[in-house]
């Protein structure tokens, strides 16, 4: 076993733990923190595999910034954020779990029967850098590259629109337009009377 | 096996963990966490390959704008659970059924 077969195993080791920690956690905050570890785990794997700019961008964007915005929601939600255990309707949610686990796990078992040994070409210490995926991102996947940058900005403006609710009101406030009407109307009577 | 088949292995068992994660949890942010978890998942298999192929970076390049992909898709996510959790106050995703009758 040599040193980066260790340091695939460490960081694989972190990773699967981060992943069960983010997906069985009762807390959501210890959820948000295993994505995190998972995260980092696979930003290590990246720099295994000579993506170091992936790596970058992954632990930038993920850890920077997808981790943080869930940390937010949950925070902002409160203990609302963990909701309570009920056993309704388990047996299904169970089962197709299950069968999911089987079937990921059968395809696992086909990876390991089907691999076979043949050479990982070498690579120069450029493979995978700011420089030669930069030229290729800007080459081959410039019209995708320019389709993303609006896909990111109608997503902000979107989860704006979604957040923000029709009458821009707090969290929390469900009022018909009838509601909405008596209120501004009780409003009204009550600045005349004090008025 | 070689070096890259212990990457898909791995990426095999995220993928699992995610889906059956996305499966079994009824809060809402624990679905889009093993969401976040299964998309994780296919791009160590995507930059995998790409080392195994290593003419050009089109593994690596897909990656990245996967990652571009779930970054927009966790802000919509979310601005959907704080959207349910207006309506509702709850974030399980078995009480919302706005649509149901």
Redesign the interface.
Known sequence: MNL??VF?FLC?AG??VG??A????KN?IR??L??MV??MG?AA??LG???Q??AA??LI??AG??VV??LF??M??GP????AT?MR?LAP??L??VL??VT??A??SL??AV????M??R?GPD??GVD??GR??FS??IV??EL?SA??M???I???A??R?KHGGL????KSADEIRASLAAQATSSEEHG | MNHIDYYLVLSGLLFTIGGTGFLVRRNVIFTLISIEVMLNAVNVALVAFNRARPENHSGQVFAFFMIAAAAAEAAIGLAIVLSLYRLKRTVRSDEADLLKN
């Open positions: 980066a077969q695939f694989a990773t699967l992943a069960i983010a997906v069985a956690s959501p959820g948000a295993g994505l998972m995260i696979i794997l990246y595999l000579g993506a700019f992936l961008i992954q964007v993920y910034a997808v915005l869930f929601v949950i902002l939600l609302d954020a963990t909701s009920d309707g949610r169970v197709a779990g999911f686990a990921g796990g395809a696992i990876t390991i691999s076979k040994h043949h990982i070409p690579v493979f995978g030669a995926f290729e991102l081959t996947g995708p590259f993303s896909l990111l109608v997503s902000v979107g989860a704006i979604i957040a609710g969290p929390g406030e469900l």
